[in-house]
């Protein structure tokens, strides 16, 4: 007996075929194997603000949250939420019924366009793009169109050509996937080009989802403008946030959606046969968290600053071509000044040969030729190993 069943067809359904295991899962665990410094997955080497950790922990000695919390999320970080959204934005949102706690931006996500896609819609999504939005389009049936961020070395940034973005609605196209700060590339959409997205909206009748997890890491003159707050969005946009890109608490797994009703209704009839809730007691000092002063948010922003322009400074000292981050904690690079061309294989190589770990851009886009020679690196690490891993690049590239 083997222990397979009797059933010729492969285990994983078509629509997943093409997802395996993650880079993120195979780079990490080339950092363990070969001691590197990892600077590819996203998370944090610090925890966050110790009040908002303490507020935690109290909520766990308190009794608040041990058991399953409201569907919806608990009240007070709902509010907190709403709150948020006001006193950054001026966006007014209900607590009770605009607003939905999911386990991280993840679940959001998913959540979300499994409620909103019907088997045979079509999703544009700006292009890289995070590789979960592929795998949920995927679980919904819809098919997904992407818009490639073009490279502008002007500028040293990515741009999104409107015309083409224009020219990729159809009449299958059910909504607009917007991530801004956009993750790999570090672009921060302007108030140029969202307006034209938002027109585009209206005028094709689409709904828009936007993950702004990273609304809060935004650099130098870039400003973070929320979709819904523009002329004829509130009502037809999702809008996706997240407190562990924010606070450093990426393992809590807390993020929320806000919608008019309706929508969130419709997410919320998704979510609750996923997670159905979860992170009870983090809940509550998320909502703590939400309410820290100005002062926390602008220092979050300028110590990330400040470790952007190392990692940046020590990247182009070791030959790479490096695009001007303007928001989240990652950097892209290109490394075809290094004589190198295949991203993949130079991540795979980079861990023997300089001790560091980075992600290939290539695996966040549909048209991998287009992202074959970018590769990211994050820099929401402490300062002595961004120096530590901008000096063994150097050691392994610089000439």
Not at 186 to 202: F, P, S
């Amino acid at each position: 007996m083997t222990g397979m069943t009797s059933s010729s067809r492969p285990f994983l359904n078509r629509r997943l075929a093409e997802f395996g295991t993650t880079i993120f899962a195979e780079m990490s665990a080339l950092a363990v194997a070969t001691g590197s410094i990892n600077l590819g997955q996203g998370f944090p080497d610090q925890d966050g603000p110790e009040e908002v950790r303490e507020a935690a922990v109290r909520a766990l000695r308190d009794g608040r949250g041990n058991q399953y919390p409201p569907g919806p999320g608990v009240p007070e970080l709902r509010t907190a939420i709403v709150a948020h959204q006001a006193r950054r934005y001026g966006l007014s949102h209900d607590p009770d019924t605009e607003v939905l706690v999911t386990a991280g931006a993840t679940e959001a996500i998913a959540a979300t366009l499994l409620a909103l896609l019907e088997p045979g819609d079509e999703v544009v999504a700006l292009e890289p793009y995070y590789d979960s939005y592929a795998a949920c389009i995927a679980m919904a049936g819809a098919t997904r169109v992407p818009v490639t961020l073009r490279p502008d070395p002007a500028q040293a940034r990515f741009r999104l050509d409107l015309d083409e973005l224009r020219d990729a609605v159809t009449d299958r196209t059910r909504l607009l996937l917007i991530n801004t700060p956009h993750n790999p590339t570090g672009t921060v959409l302007t108030r140029e080009e969202l307006t034209a997205i938002a027109g585009l909206a209206v005028e094709r009748d689409l709904l828009v989802v936007t993950d702004e997890v990273y609304e809060h890491l935004v650099f130098d003159e870039a400003e973070h403008i929320p979709l819904a707050t523009l002329p004829g969005m509130r009502e037809r946009t999702v809008t996706i946030g997240s407190a562990g890109k924010t606070f450093s608490f990426t393992g809590w797994k807390v993020g929320w959606v806000t919608a008019a009703p309706e929508l969130v209704t419709a997410v919320r009839s998704a979510k609750q046969y996923l997670t159905y809730v979860a992170s009870g007691p983090f809940q509550y000092a998320v909502a703590e968290a939400l309410a820290l002063p100005d002062t926390y948010f602008e220092g979050f922003r300028a110590d990330m600053r400040a470790k952007r322009n190392v990692l940046a400074t020590g990247l182009a000292d070791a030959g790479f071509d490096v695009f001007r981050t303007a928001g989240t904690y990652f950097i892209t690079t290109d490394i075809r000044p290094l004589g190198e061309t295949d991203g993949f294989a130079f991540c795979r190589a980079l861990p023997e040969r300089a001790g560091v770990v980075a992600i290939p851009n290539a695996v966040f886009y549909d048209h991998r030729e287009a992202g074959a020679p970018f590769v990211r690196f994050a820099f929401c690490k402490r300062t002595e190993m961004l120096a530590d891993a901008t000096e063994r690049l150097r050691k392994a590239f610089a000439r």
